[in-house]
């Protein structure tokens, strides 16, 4: 099956929820898009499906060592966390900016370093799939 990412992070419920769901009930999910549906899919789910091939990133391809991706701001709101990445290409361009808003539910739950990660990974993909439909 041929998705698209959508590059939306949010917190929500996995639809696909295989054995490794880090959203089985609630956590963070990235929105994918098949054909005309919505898919939410925790970033495990989606890891298990590519490896799997079941699913393909539509346009995708590795570029490996093309895309930077940092957390450039980490502030505490109302104890939960905003996190804000930017991926930036090899010539240090900023190809796109993406913001985490996590209440503290979430942040209890999943800690800061899951969250960061899992949002590098998301804005990782999404560049890269606007790298290869850009070029
Ligand atoms: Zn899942």
Known sequence: MKIEPSGVVMIGRCNIR???CT???????????????QID?????????IRLDEWQIEGAKILPGKIN????????VNAGI????????????ILMIETLEIPYSGRK??????L?????ISI???????????D
């Open 82 to 93: 905003i996190l804000k990445a930017v991926a930036k290409n090899d010539k240090n361009d």
């Open 69 to 76: 991706v940092e957390i450039v701001t980490e502030k505490d």
């Open 116 to 120: 960061k990660k899992d949002l590098e």
């Open 109 to 114: 739950k999943f800690g800061d370093e899951f």
């Open 23 to 37: 959203a089985k009930n609630v956590g963070p999910v990235t929105a994918i898009w098949s054909g005309n549906n």
């Open 41 to 49: 899919v925790c970033r495990e789910c989606l890891d298990e499906k």
């Open 18 to 20: 295989t054995e490794a």
């Open 124 to 134: 990782k993909t999404y560049a890269q799939k606007y790298l290869t439909t850009a």
